[in-house]
């Protein structure tokens, strides 16, 4: 693991970085996990987002190493965290061949309801606020998922 810092004009333009490399192997989802929990921990999110975005970080480490390396020897997933002030950036790169999003079915409608999996994207773009593929020309897949922290004036109280 590697943890580098980068210092803008002002304090507020910090930035710390966090980055891991694992081998495409599903004993190493848990130590990712409890990684994950600590890194977000940094940043002063509040326990129930804290625990949702450790969720979608183990839905994306799971899918990148499952379905994207296909748990093959030699290959591996990096994951990157960026810690804002305000805010985190979690990358995650596999050396798979890459997929359509957008075909992907509808986990909530009818058909796929009862299916045993298929919930793993659907489950990240609704607990983070932004979510995106990239795939690059010499393969794999980059997802990149950011999440801000919630001022207390958005609570349900107002």
């Known amino acids: 693991m ?21 081998a495409s192997r599903r004993e190493f989802l848990d130590p990712v996990h409890m990684l994950s929990e600590q890194i977000i921990e940094e940043v002063g999110f ?17 899918n990148a190493v499952i379905h994207g390396n296909k748990e093959r020897p030699g290959t591996g997933v990096d994951v990157s965290f960026e810690l804002y002030p305000d805010s985190i950036r979690i990358i995650v790169v596999d050396e798979g061949e890459g997929f359509d999003p957008e075909a992907l079915p509808d986990p909530v409608s ?9 919930r793993g994207v659907f489950l ?21 998922m950011t999440k801000s922290i919630r001022s207390e004036s958005t609570g349900a109280d107002e």
């Open 2 to 22: 590697k943890e580098k810092e980068a210092q803008g004009a002002a304090s507020s333009d910090r930035v710390r970085t966090v980055k891991l490399r694992i």
């Open 46 to 62: 509040t326990p129930d987002d804290r625990y949702w975005m450790v969720t979608a970080v183990r839905e994306a480490v799971t």
């Open 110 to 118: 009818k058909e796929h309801l009862l299916d045993a999996s298929g």
């Open 124 to 144: 990240m773009k609704q607990l983070m606020d932004e979510v995106s593929y990239t795939f690059p020309e010499s393969g794999g897949t980059t997802l990149s």
